[in-house]
């Protein structure tokens, strides 16, 4: 498929990939261009390779999780910038993630509409063809609570 040069694009960093082959369909279906990698270190050397919109990070990965990565971009003043959300199965979650300040935080399962209504917000695609508007927007605050429902 012709990638748009208006595009926006999102670094996915997810290592299960049926989970990723997954959020990227949704994501290319939004509009947007996805790149992705299986850990943190992989991740690093695309998100200085191709500066991204966003990115939706995994906390738990081999390699280099989450959390290493996250501590790695913070460090380099040339990538620290790109918002972040993340996204784990832990039940204390929020906690863990408070000291790396990201953009938002999911809980697994996804919320796919919570998701691109967060995407929305802090990337907008810039190809309204293939943009399917969000049902509503909502805040990080708000996606944090509709995501920690019921286990």
Same mark, same amino acid.
């Given at each position: 498929?012709?990638?748009?040069?208006?595009?926006?694009?999102?670094?996915?960093?997810?290592?299960?990939?049926?989970?990723?082959?997954?959020? /990227?369909?949704?994501?290319?279906?939004?509009?947007?261009?996805?790149?992705?990698? !299986?850990?943190?270190?992989?991740?690093?050397?695309?998100?200085?390779?191709? #500066?991204?919109?966003?990115?939706?990070?995994?906390? #738990? #990965?081999?390699?280099?999780?989450?959390?290493?990565?996250?501590?790695?971009?913070?460090?380099?003043?040339?990538?620290?910038?790109?918002?972040?959300?993340?996204?784990?199965? !832990?039940?204390?979650?929020?906690?863990?993630?408070?000291?790396? /300040?990201?953009?938002?935080?999911?809980?697994?399962?996804?919320?796919?509409?919570? #998701?691109?209504?967060?995407?929305?917000?802090?990337?907008?695609?810039?190809?309204?063809?293939?943009?399917?508007?969000?049902?509503?927007?909502?805040?990080?605050?708000?996606?944090?609570?509709?995501?920690?429902?019921?286990?």
């Amino acid at each position: 498929m012709a990638r748009h040069p208006h595009m926006r694009r999102i670094l996915l960093v997810e290592d299960d990939p049926d989970v990723r082959d997954a959020l /990227r369909l949704v994501l290319d279906q939004a509009g947007y261009e996805v790149v992705c990698a !299986g850990e943190g270190r992989e991740a690093l050397d695309r998100l200085r390779e191709s #500066m991204p919109a966003l990115i939706l990070l995994d906390l #738990m #990965m081999p390699v280099m999780d989450g959390f290493e990565f996250r501590v790695q971009q913070l460090q380099d003043p040339s990538i620290a910038s790109v918002p972040v959300i993340v996204f784990s199965c !832990g039940a204390d979650i929020d906690e863990k993630v408070a000291p790396m /300040r990201v953009a938002a935080c999911l809980r697994k399962p996804i919320d796919v509409d919570a #998701m691109l209504d967060l995407i929305c917000v802090l990337a907008q695609p810039r190809d309204p063809a293939r943009y399917r508007p969000p049902r509503r927007r909502i805040g990080a605050t708000a996606a944090r609570r509709r995501s920690s429902g019921p286990p």
